[in-house]
């Protein structure tokens, strides 16, 4: 029995032995060190992200001003309509003289 007892111990002990060199070896502090500063990298890097959001959305127009550009082009587009059609008259008008002369100069 004692004899189990003392396989146990080794067994725990050379167990505890690697578990220490494991330890050791992976360095920690080393590692925990190595992933601040990947975090804290990457939180400037969000940061500067976060910075060029902020100034875009500065320059970037209200609703109440989007509002506003949506009335002003819709005028335009009925400013447009109305030039369209004042066209269209005057080049049926045009139309109708050239065939009026082209009529008469036969003559």
């Not at 032995?17 to 060190?33: H, M």
């Amino acid at each position: 029995m004692t004899e189990i007892y003392l396989a146990l111990a080794a067994m725990q002990f050379l167990w505890l032995v690697g578990l220490t060199f494991k330890t050791w070896a992976s360095k920690p502090g080393e590692d925990a060190t190595r992933a601040a500063q990947a975090a804290s990298e990457a939180a400037e890097r969000i940061k500067g992200r976060v910075d060029v959001l902020e100034e875009r959305i500065k320059h970037m127009p209200s609703s109440d001003e989007l509002i506003q550009l949506e009335g002003t082009v819709k005028a335009i587009q009925a400013t447009q309509t109305q030039m369209t059609e004042s066209v269209n008259v005057v080049r049926n008008t045009v139309a109708r003289i050239e065939d009026h002369l082209r009529r008469n100069s036969k003559d």
